[in-house]
């Protein structure tokens, strides 16, 4: 059975950091795009960041740019999320998700990722 599963959240103050860890089994990732999402209750599913296959390219939203990074070890079918100078706005549920369509624009949009984890609360208090 293929799995992404999220670790690493967490209670943090504002201005503080978290590293986010997705470990996937049942399948080998190093073929495909791998992404994080977050989600505020009431709200849609946002796109934070993404990094392509190899890990040679990223992308990230415009709010988190700047301060979280995304990088992926192949070996260890792991991506991760460095969270630094967190803000309440940062809380939120993530999610990490699975691009299987080997193109090589890496996408934002929620119905481009096949896989994805069961999230991982991120909580920043002021």
């Known amino acids: 059975q293929v799995q992404l599963v999220e670790s690493g959240g967490g209670l943090v103050q504002a201005g503080g950091s978290l590293r986010l860890s997705c470990a996937a089994s049942?399948?080998?990732?190093?073929?495909?795009?791998m992404g994080w999402f977050r989600q505020v209750p009431g709200k849609e599913r946002e796109f934070v960041a993404a990094?392509?296959?190899?890990?040679?390219?990223?992308s990230y939203a415009g709010s988190v740019k700047g301060r979280f990074t995304i990088s992926r070890d192949n070996a260890k079918n792991t991506v991760y999320l460095q969270m630094n100078y967190l803000k309440p706005e940062d809380t939120a549920v993530y999610y990490c998700?699975?691009?299987?369509?080997?193109?090589?624009?890496?996408?934002?949009?929620?119905?481009?990722?096949?896989?994805w984890g069961q999230g991982t609360q991120v909580t920043v208090s002021s």
């Open positions: 990094i392509t296959w190899n890990g040679g390219r990223t």
């Open positions: 998700a699975a691009d299987l369509g080997r193109q090589l624009v890496l996408s934002m949009r929620i119905s481009q990722y096949d896989y």
């Open positions: 049942g399948r080998t990732f190093s073929n495909d795009n």
